[in-house]
């Protein structure tokens, strides 16, 4: 194939953008964006396309035309479950569940206060996984739903009483761990993580 | 075949009864299933959301852990499966920079296909003692399990049927539907329910029109968001079996003692209703 012949695994069909967004995103996720003619199938095959502000060919299209601060800001990124069921039916080919797990990085340093809890759930977990190299249901549960602006959502929302007797039934059934497992491997993982922060 | 069983954080918290029915299962079936010594957590969504170094890290070190005990990995949750087959996935592509030399060697085994192929679905079928007859169930993959196909190597992504063959070998009547694969909601119903719950309700609702009575799935997040319907919506909840429970309940004639207590939706009036 000639450089003279398009195809879906030519990047970069369209013209760069001043801010570079297209670049970015196709060289990060590997895939050409500039590919998508607007079909549709993705936002069809979504499962919660409906919850979402962007829908996910509008992800894409924002992407060619550059629309980083409106992407980084939307809920779209946080809704998103990563199931994949956009890249598997895109016929061109476009790893949208990529695109949109890469914005979701690039908005995780400040998240829309829209989705603050979805972001705050992520970094729970994490928090757990330094600790321990493993996550401790009850532990990650604790952490969440003891920050102020969650327990007051759900306050607000009524369902503390719900939450609260799945956590018991939870418990009664010998189901959560007050102790939590540790890897012996967690050493060398935080040696690593250091590294990777101080570079 | 030396197999190292990686459980994942799942099930020794939440979904212990499950690891519980896999041992049971695999003893019976004469397979050496011993735990990857110092295993940890595949970084699951929360990694691959905010920190891509993390999410290959992880997985990675799993895999070296595999590689040092010279032994391919066993995996039950969905997840872990999908984060394990992408790290390796990646090492056999480009060269990466990470806290252990591994070279992506061990393969990674997803426990539904292991236990599908075809001298192992024969074996099963002729040690079963008791037909689970007349129960109707749907099979539940998710999504992780067989997406991406490239990573995951499912090729009938679109129909997987490594569970509805496990389960048919156990003598039930598993009925065919179009969300096999169809996202539950994976953690979203913590942050939020509305749309973990729409998300599972529509499932159940499909699952009902194609005459099912319970799901069968493999993956332990997908049974707790569907079995915690039980007290989310209990009028609508569907009992949800792991597809190991069932494969015990018809290899043994009977589970061991309490197995099914921790269901959230109880699995007791209908298990009794079959007569098992």
């Given at each position: 194939m000639t450089a003279m012949t398009p195809s879906v695994s030519t990047p970069h069909l369209l013209d760069p953008q001043p801010n570079g967004l297209l670049a970015e995103v196709e060289q990060a996720v590997g895939t050409c964006?500039?590919?998508?003619?607007?079909?549709?199938?993705?936002?069809?095959?979504?499962?919660?396309?409906q919850f979402m502000d962007v829908k996910p060919h509008q992800v894409i299209r924002w992407v060619q035309l550059?629309?980083?601060?409106?992407?980084?800001?939307?809920?779209?990124?946080?809704?998103c479950l990563s199931c994949e069921m956009c890249t598997t039916y895109c016929p061109n080919e476009v790893h949208v569940a990529g695109v949109i797990n890469h914005l979701r990085q690039s908005a995780a340093p400040a998240p829309p206060a829209i989705a603050n809890d979805l972001a705050l759930f992520h970094r729970r977990f994490l928090d757990q996984l330094r600790y321990f190299g493993r996550v401790n249901e009850l532990w990650l549960m604790a952490a969440y739903n003891?920050?102020?602006?969650?327990?007051?959502?759900?306050?607000?929302?009524?369902?503390l009483p719900t939450e609260a007797r799945l956590g018991w039934t939870l418990w009664?059934?010998?189901?959560?761990?007050?102790?939590?497992?540790?890897?012996a491997m967690v050493r060398?993982?935080?040696?690593?993580?250091?590294?990777?922060?101080?570079? | 075949m030396n197999l190292a069983f990686y459980p994942g954080c799942s099930l020794q918290g939440v979904a212990r009864d499950y690891s519980g029915s896999i041992y049971a299962v695999f003893r019976h079936l004469g397979f050496?299933?011993?735990?990857?010594?110092?295993?940890?957590?595949?970084?699951?969504?929360?990694?691959?959301?905010?920190?891509?170094?993390l999410a290959l890290a992880l997985p990675?070190?799993?895999?070296?852990?595999?590689?040092?005990?010279?032994?391919?990995?066993?995996?039950p949750c969905a997840m872990c499966f999908n984060r394990l087959s992408h790290a390796r996935h990646i090492l056999g592509q480009e060269p990466v920079h990470l806290p252990w030399p591994v070279k992506g060697q061990a393969q990674v085994h997803d426990m539904t296909r292991l236990l599908s192929q075809p001298e192992t679905l024969a074996r099963i079928q002729s040690l079963v003692k008791r037909p689970l007859k007349g129960l109707r169930v749907v099979c539940y993959y998710g999504c992780q399990m067989v997406r991406p196909p490239r990573i995951t190597g499912f090729a009938d992504y679109e129909n997987p049927q490594?569970?509805?063959?496990?389960?048919?070998?156990?003598g039930a009547d598993v009925r065919d539907w179009s969300y096999k694969a169809t996202c539950c909601g994976a953690s979203i119903g913590v942050s939020r329910p509305e749309v973990g719950n729409a998300l599972c309700l529509r499932l159940v609702d499909k699952a009902r029109q194609a005459g099912a009575e319970a799901f069968v799935v493999s993956c332990p997040l997908c049974q707790m968001n569907l079995d915690k319907l039980g007290i989310e919506a209990p009028s609508q909840a569907m009992p949800v079996f792991y597809i190991t429970e069932l494969l015990e309940l018809a290899l043994n004639g009977r589970t061991e003692p309490g197995r099914f207590r921790m269901h959230l939706t109880d699995p007791g009036a209908l298990l009794r209703g079959r007569g098992f």
């Open positions: 964006v500039g590919a998508c003619y607007q079909c549709e199938r993705c936002t069809n095959a979504c499962p919660v396309a550059g629309r980083r601060t409106q992407l980084l800001q939307s809920f779209t990124v946080w809704v003891t920050i102020p602006s969650i327990l007051k959502q759900k306050q607000h929302s009524g369902r009664r059934q010998g189901r959560l761990h007050l102790i939590p497992q540790r890897s060398q993982l935080h040696r690593f993580l250091e590294k990777e922060t101080h570079q | 050496d299933l011993t735990e990857l010594a110092d295993w940890f957590c595949c970084g699951a969504s929360a990694a691959h959301s905010l920190d891509e170094d990675a070190g799993n895999l070296f852990l595999a590689e040092k005990a010279g032994r391919d990995i066993v995996v490594t569970l509805d063959l496990l389960a048919r070998a156990t």
